[in-house]
């Protein structure tokens, strides 16, 4: 077993890595197969296609069919204890192929590998490989390790990494959307949130990497980015944290100015992003929204609680009132966007006046579309040492379910009062319940549907809305 020292000692293996991963420029198959598994945020999956792009220059052509696999790594979720245990299910299924085909390797990666660490070869014997979120570049070592007989691991964090340098292979189907990381990390210690523990410090990628990704998917028929981070809203570069200008010659790039740089590549490129967070999101961002028609007229600000109390206990930097002040700008600023929001019910100490609470914002922002979840604690978190998870989870789902029950009338009132109106759509495909059907988002994120015609994948169709469910719009495309 194997794990390094030093982040110092990491950073250089980063830079002989990413010499390597520029100087070749042909890559012969090592005749290996990789089946990727992803769980969790977006994030996740973008950092997938990170791992795909270090494992193809080494050889490997990725497969969907897990039985062909010689590698299977399973990129993992730890924000809840049910993503955990889907983990582990999965995970023990493998393992029973692994019993037959010894030469199989079955490696960890993402928040799992970095929560855990090298508990995981103890609890989950058949595991040969562990690596947490910044030690992708390490994978072909690992793997050369556990080929060599040993297991290998290496959980350590970076301040500096970013994959900036790393085209990703996009492993998503469809060849319309993508995603792109502009930062990686989260400073934020929500006391509820297992994030900072399982990626690090915040740290921002470079944004003419970011614009140049960008420009190349666009070049290779994309029409749609989302931008990632845990709170894009802090994004910064050359700039420190404390404010302090790094290169007085260079400009200082915000979220805000990222957003227009990349809203300029083209104005067919349409661009989303999240997570935004309530506590940073600025008025610039909402303007520079405003400016450009392809940046999308949609924000996840995800509130977690309509109660102020809960709020302080969750340490998430606002109140109800800053809350609703932020919608009351975007609002303003961007009359025909769409809100979403991410809700937990039943944090510590949450009473019924509390939920209720909640309850009433929700109704107050008419959210067109949220995701919910009930409180599950985690270990070493804030919360876990310091608040008594005291309401029995009984009450946890039953609270989950009013908030589940509110929001689906509150989608399908958002959805009705488009009936009548013209989307611009983008095609993503074809429908899975028609071949007759095309399917792709307008610019609030609302799934549309609407007859095939001759559109095709990357058109924008403009549809006139005749039809709808809480989560689709039904419509015509409009001749022009
Ligand atoms: N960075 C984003 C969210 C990341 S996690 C943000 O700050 O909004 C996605 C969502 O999972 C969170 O918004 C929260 O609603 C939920 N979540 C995080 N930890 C959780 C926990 N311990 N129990 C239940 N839900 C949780
Ligand atoms: Fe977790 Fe809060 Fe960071 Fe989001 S902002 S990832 S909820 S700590
Ligand atoms: Fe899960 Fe890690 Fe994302 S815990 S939500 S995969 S950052």
Known sequence: MREFGTEEKVIDEKLQGSATLL????????????????????????DSEIVASILSEEGYTTTRNSEDADVILMNTCSIRENAEQRVRNKLSQYNKRKKKNPSLVIGILGCMAERLKKDLLEQEKLVDLIAGPDAYRDLPNLIEEVNGGQKAVNVLLSREETYADIAPVRLGAGGITAFISIMRGCDNMCSFCVVPFTRGRERSRDPESIVKEARELYNNGYREVTLLGQNVDSYKWNITKKGEVIDATQPVVTFADLMEKVALVNPDLRIRFSTSHPKDMTDDVLHVMAKHENLCKYIHLPVQSGSSDVLKRMNRGYTREWYLNRIDAIKRILPTAFISSDIITGFCGETDEDHKETLTLMEEVGYEFSYMFFYSERPKTLAERKFEDDIPEELKKQRLYEVQTLQAKLSYAANERLVGTTCKVLIEGTSKRSDDFVYGRNSQNVTTIFPKDNFKPGDYVDVKITDFTSATLKGIALKS
């Not at 290996?32 to 973008?46: A, D, H, R, T, V």
Request: with cysteine.
């Open 23 to 46: 100087d070749r420029k042909e890559i012969t198959p090592n005749g290996k197969k990789l089946y990727l598994e992803s769980y969790g945020c977006q994030m996740n999956f973008s």
